[in-house]
C-alpha cells in the first residue's frame, strides 16, 4: 500500500510517544514567492476563485502538517535518507536554510540600493534572484530527475 514516492516512519500506536501538536506562531514578515514564472489570469468570478487558491487558513494548516511531519521524522530512532524526507531536506539540512537566506538577503540589498538611488529596475532584481538561485534550480532538477528515472 505505500505507492507513494516519499516515505515516512510510522508512528507507534502508544500515545506517549507521540510529538505534541506544533503551533503555528503567526509573524509579519517579507515572504519570498517559490516560483519564477509570472501566468497571467483572466479576470475570473468569485465563485471560480476558490478553486484556484488556497485560503490563508488553509495554508496555515498546511504549514503545521509539515512542522509535525518533521517533529516525528527528527524524533525517528530510524536513520533517514534524502529520499525519505522529499520536500523537507531543508529541515535536516542546515546548508540549504543558510542558502535560502543568502538569496533573499541578496535580493534585498538590491531593493534597498534601488530605494535609495531612486531606481526601479524589477529586471535587474529578477536577474539578481535568478542569480543567487541558480544551484538551487540545478539541485531541483537533478532531484526531479532521480524520481522521475525511479
Avoid at 488553509?58 to 509539515?66: N, P, T, W
Avoid at 525517528?76 to 542546515?94: A, C, N, Q, T, Y
Wanted: aromatic fraction near 8%; charged fraction near 30%; proline fraction near 5%.
Amino acid at each position: 500500500m505505500n505507492d507513494l514516492i516519499v516515505g515516512f516512519p510510522q508512528l507507534s500506536s502508544d500515545s506517549s510517544t507521540l510529538p505534541p501538536t506544533p503551533v503555528l506562531i503567526e509573524s509579519r514578515r517579507v515572504s519570498f514567492s517559490e516560483y519564477s514564472q509570472m501566468v497571467i489570469i483572466e479576470k475570473l468570478s468569485d465563485e471560480y476563485k476558490s478553486d484556484l487558491w488556497y485560503r490563508d487558513n488553509e495554508i496555515k494548516v498546511f504549514k503545521i502538517e509539515c512542522a509535525y511531519d518533521a517533529h516525528v521524522l527528527r524524533s525517528s530512532k530510524s536513520k533517514i535518507s534524502p529520499h525519505d524526507v522529499m520536500g523537507l531536506e531543508h529541515i535536516f539540512d542546515r546548508r540549504l536554510i543558510q542558502r535560502r537566506r543568502d538569496i533573499q538577503s541578496a535580493v534585498l540589498k538590491e531593493q534597498l540600493r534601488q530605494r535609495v538611488w531612486n531606481i526601479h529596475d524589477p529586471d535587474s532584481l529578477a536577474l539578481i534572484s535568478a542569480r543567487e538561485s541558480s544551484p538551487s534550480r540545478k539541485r531541483a532538477q537533478l532531484v526531479g530527475l532521480v524520481h522521475y528515472q525511479c
